[in-house]
Nanobody, 116 residues
Framework: QVQLVESGGGLVQPGGSLRLSCAAS????????MSWYRQPPGNERELVGI????????NYATSVQGRFTISRDSAKNTVFLQMNSLKPEDTAVYYC?????????WGQGTQVTVSS
């Protein structure tokens, strides 16, 4: 079955960096777009960015543009979220997401806390 497992979250100071990973299994990873979402405390889940399959091009939410980078490694069936210049407002649970034949799949989420 499809599984998405995030890792790499934690506590970081403002201005710091973190790299999240999402290990995928149960489907042909290279043929599906992958996304990262986040849910700040007390707020709704929001899209961070999405990476395509064909050329690996990614698009980002305005709030993270220029600070976050999504990449994928098809040999490892893993998608990454590199987060730089982190701000307190980036504090959230971060989720990996994909949609396969109309069905949505989510990881369990990983907590990122940006605080001094």
């Amino acid at each position: 079955q499809v599984q998405l497992v995030e890792s790499g979250g934690g506590l970081v100071q403002p201005g710091g960096s973190l790299r999240l990973s999402c290990a995928a299994s149960g489907f042909t990873f290279s043929t599906y777009a992958m996304s990262w979402y986040r849910q700040p405390p007390g707020n709704e889940r929001e899209l961070v960015g999405i990476i395509s399959t064909a050329d690996g091009r990614a698009n980002y939410a305005t709030s993270v543009q220029g600070r976050f980078t999504i990449s994928r490694d098809s040999a490892k069936n893993t998608v990454f979220l590199q987060m730089n210049s982190l701000k307190p407002e980036d504090t959230a649970v971060y989720y990996c997401y994909t949609k396969i034949v109309g069905k949505e799949y989510w990881g369990q989420g990983t907590q990122v806390t940006v605080s001094s």
